[in-house]
């Protein structure tokens, strides 16, 4: 293996565990909610609040890390970025009070979205050094992640969060220090070549905010999937444990996609990935809502899921030919459909039936496959 392949290598790996660390962090956010409002003694409306301050954090986050998201700064940004949510989830657990909350909240969300940035940024980089596709395996270690953060919220139940979200924050403010040299030396491992017309900034504007427009799309999938998947299988009159597992399911087939969405996008490219799943996305959720049926919306959402899985990763890789900027820009607008989406679909159901709100996504996800070819054309692998 010569010198330059070893130096990708160590990248992709190192890049894989500050996606994984991620994944969990988030997971074990949101999986012990209840408790973190339970200590604080918050009402509905008060962890909305907080809910809305760790959003607020995230956008200023992810504007400020793309600002700041030069070649030379990426490493102390990884680190930086860790290290900070790491804190700020340690200090979630430990707050008490609803003002105090919505302080650390804002700061883990800054955090989160610092780090999202340098994350990508990096992650394309690597890409274009490898020259060929990694960022969906990057992204499917987030899932990965996720899964594996959920999975350990739901073993820990009887732990108190405090001492879970310190435990976490501990463990994974270890692992980054311990990994600190090997970051540091990303700067030098990862020299993109970008396309003449793109470093001009030829159409960027109009390209970016179509890649924001498609990532919103995305997400607000994502964000439907989160908060009404196991509603919707509770209307069928599932039980609670099954109707539990439709996010389970949509998670796991996301994860898949993503570990093969690399080899298929070097087979076929990115946005014949990207038009293929989102269209079997379209099919996959329609068919759920509309069967009637337990195990068909059970495959609907897990269809989804797959469906989808190869959006995020195209859309941010196309993003980061553009610059660390364009990525913020993508980010912020798919972040605003992901927080958008739960309460869209909600106000959809109340005016008309939940089946028929979850036809948005599905109809989304047909969008996206409309408009992929014209936004991913000539910026992907």
Same mark, same amino acid.
């Given at each position: 293996? @010569?010198?330059?392949?070893?130096?990708?290598?160590?990248?992709?790996?190192?890049?894989?565990?500050?996606?994984?660390?991620?994944?969990?962090?988030?997971?074990?956010?949101?999986?012990?909610?209840?408790?973190? *409002?339970?200590?604080?003694?918050?009402?509905?409306?008060?962890?909305?609040?907080?809910?809305?301050?760790?959003?607020?954090?995230?956008?200023?986050?992810?504007?400020?890390?793309?600002?700041?998201?030069?070649?030379?700064?990426?490493?102390?940004?990884?680190?930086?970025?860790?290290?900070?949510?790491?804190?700020?989830?340690?200090?979630?657990?430990?707050?008490?009070?609803?003002?105090?909350?919505?302080?650390?909240?804002?700061?883990?969300?800054?955090?989160?979205?610092?780090?999202?940035?340098?994350?990508?940024?990096?992650?394309?980089?690597? *890409?274009?050094?490898?020259?060929?596709?990694?960022?969906?395996?990057?992204? =499917?270690?987030?899932?990965?992640?996720?899964?594996?953060?959920?999975?350990?919220?739901?073993?820990?139940?009887?732990?108190?969060? @405090?001492?879970?979200?310190?435990?976490?924050?501990?463990?994974?403010?270890?692992?980054?220090?311990?990994?600190?040299?090997?970051?540091?030396?990303?700067?030098?491992?990862? *020299?993109?070549?970008?396309?003449?017309?793109?470093?001009?900034? *030829?159409?960027?504007?109009?390209?970016?905010?179509?890649?924001?427009?498609?990532?919103?799309?995305?997400?607000?999938?994502?964000?439907?999937?989160?908060?009404?998947?196991?509603?919707?299988?509770?209307?069928?009159?599932?039980?609670?444990?099954?109707?539990?597992?439709?996010?389970?399911?949509?998670?796991?087939?996301?994860?898949?996609?993503?570990?093969?969405?690399?080899?298929?996008?070097?087979?076929?490219?990115?946005?014949?990935?990207?038009?293929?799943?989102?269209?079997?996305?379209?099919?996959?959720?329609?068919?759920?809502?509309?069967?009637?049926? %337990?195990?068909?919306?059970?495959?609907?959402?897990?269809?989804?899921?797959?469906?989808?899985?190869?959006?995020?990763?195209?859309?941010?890789?196309?993003?980061?030919?553009?610059?660390?900027?364009?990525?913020?820009? %993508?980010?912020?607008?798919?972040?605003?459909?992901?927080?958008?989406?739960? =309460?869209?679909?909600?106000?959809?159901?109340?005016?008309?039936?939940?089946?028929?709100?979850?036809?948005?996504?599905?109809?989304?996800?047909?969008?996206?496959?409309?408009?992929?070819?014209?936004?991913?054309?000539?910026?992907?692998?």
């Amino acid at each position: 293996m @010569s010198r330059a392949n070893a130096s990708v290598r160590h990248s992709r790996v190192l890049l894989t565990g500050y996606f994984l660390g991620l994944g969990v962090v988030m997971a074990v956010w949101g999986a012990r909610m209840p408790a973190v *409002q339970h200590a604080a003694h918050l009402t509905t409306a008060g962890l909305s609040l907080v809910l809305l301050a760790a959003a607020v954090g995230i956008v200023a986050g992810l504007q400020a890390g793309g600002r700041l998201a030069r070649p030379d700064r990426l490493p102390l940004l990884l680190i930086g970025g860790a290290v900070a949510l790491a804190a700020a989830l340690a200090l979630l657990g430990q707050c008490r009070t609803p003002v105090s909350l919505l302080a650390a909240a804002l700061a883990f969300g800054a955090a989160h979205g610092v780090l999202d940035v340098a994350a990508n940024t990096a992650a394309v980089r690597c *890409q274009n050094a490898a020259d060929r596709p990694v960022m969906s395996s990057l992204h =499917a270690a987030y899932s990965i992640g996720a899964l594996g953060g959920a999975a350990l919220a739901a073993v820990t139940a009887r732990t108190a969060h @405090s001492i879970l979200f310190l435990a976490t924050g501990l463990a994974l403010t270890a692992t980054v220090l311990v990994a600190g040299p090997r970051t540091l030396a990303l700067s030098g491992a990862d *020299q993109p070549k970008l396309p003449e017309p793109l470093v001009a900034g *030829q159409g960027r504007a109009g390209s970016v905010w179509l890649l924001g427009a498609l990532a919103a799309a995305s997400l607000l999938g994502e964000g439907a999937a989160a908060d009404w998947a196991a509603v919707h299988l509770h209307t069928l009159h599932a039980s609670t444990a099954l109707s539990a597992t439709a996010f389970a399911l949509y998670s796991t087939g996301m994860a898949i996609g993503r570990l093969a969405g690399d080899r298929l996008t070097a087979a076929i490219g990115a946005p014949a990935v990207v038009r293929t799943g989102a269209a079997l996305a379209a099919a996959g959720l329609a068919t759920g809502v509309l069967a009637d049926s %337990v195990p068909m919306a059970l495959a609907g959402w897990a269809v989804f899921g797959l469906g989808l899985s190869g959006t995020v990763p195209s859309l941010i890789t196309a993003a980061g030919i553009h610059g660390p900027r364009a990525v913020a820009t %993508v980010s912020v607008t798919g972040y605003l459909g992901l927080l958008a989406g739960p =309460a869209i679909i909600g106000a959809l159901a109340s005016a008309t039936t939940l089946p028929t709100a979850l036809l948005l996504p599905a109809l989304l996800a047909a969008a996206l496959a409309t408009l992929t070819r014209r936004a991913l054309e000539n910026t992907t692998p």
